[in-house]
């Protein structure tokens, strides 16, 4: 059922909760927090000018990183209502809490089309509990509830859902923002009836992860490409040599069952025919997390099995090529994980080969991309293609709910049409 977006929606006057997702990365510098990458700040900008023109009193609610609940001081969105203000080119009140009668007054002063931002969310542990009460002062701040924080969206929490229940028991009205429209338009509706051929390409660590969205893409797709250390545990499903690589031996019948599915439904299933693989030298030394460090040293390809004292890193060249093929005669593409560990320049090649062809096939046959999220989202950024492709998605967990038909919780909690 089609949600509510702020397109239906008459704000003049009245006081708008709106969830936003402000969860940017900071640095201290100078004993003050300073904000990295702004992108998610600027990505609301649409969402809040709409909603300023219709004269809504808006009160952003958000969270920044894990307080756990404890106020903690480098986690305040303080410096984030500094940048949103210059952004914005209006002021931004901020209020140092997110409930209590103090934020009540001040959102009740707002003028229409002023902007209040509250205090990080998850300084209180009711927040991520769903805690009715603390829902219930939240919304006491809300005449009507809008959520543009798709990337929290598959969390039941009391600012992306509690809130939204009690607003709608109220008789108020609860809607996305137009990022959230755009995530469930690209990530859902656009799915639900591709233009064809519509080619899946999946990567990433673990079979594991991605094996309920395989299992619903199989349905729909024409054709399916594996690629990153997932593709590992089908070849090990197949008794091949797999090396020191990262496999899930208790997933090789997943694998298999996923593979009896694609032939069932003629789906096109296509695993690496090449690997780029490396020797791990343990550097006798270890990591923040304690864990021991290891260098990857003699850098190969290999079309049969991964040696015994080998790991794979990437698909190879072959597969690169192979892959752009089917890339290039695709009219629709979802794209979900790495073809491999593309963090090291040495293993990116295949990854940023896919990446190519995904913004080629976009850009000359007019093909539709949908980047669904995470390290999809960042390979792509990192060979600068962002603006090439059709949609990039702004949810990691939340994007793989969704793409697994997951009911999401803030989403489920809006208004249908
Ligand atoms: P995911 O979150 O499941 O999409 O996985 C992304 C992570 O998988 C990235 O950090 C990649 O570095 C990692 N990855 C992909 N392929 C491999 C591989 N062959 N070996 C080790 N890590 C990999």
């Not at 025919?273 to 003699?298: L, S």
């Amino acid at each position: 059922m089609a949600k509510l977006t702020i397109r239906d929606l008459n704000v003049r006057g009245k006081r708008v909760f709106l969830r936003v997702d402000y969860n940017v990365p900071l640095v201290e510098k100078d004993g003050q927090m300073v904000i990295t990458d702004d992108t998610r700040i600027r990505e609301t900008l649409p969402t809040l000018r709409f909603l300023i023109e219709q004269g809504g009193r808006l009160i952003l609610t958000a969270h920044l990183g894990r307080p756990k609940g404890q106020r903690e001081s480098s986690m305040s969105l303080r410096p984030v209502a500094g940048r949103l203000a210059d952004l914005l080119g209006c002021p931004v009140n901020f209020a140092d809490d997110c409930v209590g009668e103090k934020v009540e007054s001040l959102a009740g002063e707002l003028p229409p089309g002023g902007v209040l931002l509250l205090e990080n969310v998850r300084y209180h542990q009711a927040e991520e509990k769903n805690d009715p009460a603390f829902a219930g002062q939240l919304a006491r701040l809300a005449d009507v509830y809008v959520n543009d924080a798709f990337g929290a969206a598959h969390r039941a929490h009391a600012s992306t859902e509690g809130v939204a229940r009690i607003v709608a028991a109220r008789g108020g009205q609860c809607a996305a923002g137009l990022l959230m429209e755009r995530e469930l338009k690209f990530l859902g509706d656009e799915l639900e009836n591709p233009a064809r051929p519509f080619v899946v390409i999946l990567g990433g660590a673990k079979v594991s992860d991605k094996i309920k969205v395989i299992d619903r893409l199989l349905e729909k797709a024409d054709t399916i490409l594996i690629g990153g250390a997932m593709a590992y545990t089908f070849r090990l499903a197949h008794g091949e040599k797999v090396g020191k690589s990262l496999v899930e031996p208790d997933h090789t019948g997943t694998a298999l069952a996923a593979e009896e599915k694609a032939k069932k439904l003629g789906v096109n299933f296509q695993l690496p025919t090449d690997t780029v693989i490396a020797t791990p030298v343990d550097t006798g030394k270890v990591n923040k997390k304690g864990r021991p460090v290891f260098e990857f040293v003699d850098v190969r390809t290999t079309k049969t099995g991964i040696p015994d004292d080998a790991e794979g890193f990437s698909i190879g060249e072959e597969t690169a090529a192979n892959y752009a093929r089917i890339i290039h005669g695709a009219k629709t593409i979802l794209w979900n994980g790495p073809m491999g560990m593309f963090e090291d320049a040495r293993f990116a090649p295949g990854t940023n080969a896919v990446a190519q062809a995904v913004a080629e096939a976009t850009q000359k046959n007019g093909a539709k991309s949908i980047i669904g999220g995470g390290d999809s989202v960042k390979a792509i950024n990192n060979i600068n293609l962002g603006d090439q492709v059709t949609f990039m998605s702004t949810g990691g967990g939340a994007s793989l709910e969704f793409l697994e038909g997951a009911v999401l919780p803030g989403v489920a909690a809006l208004s249908d049409k």
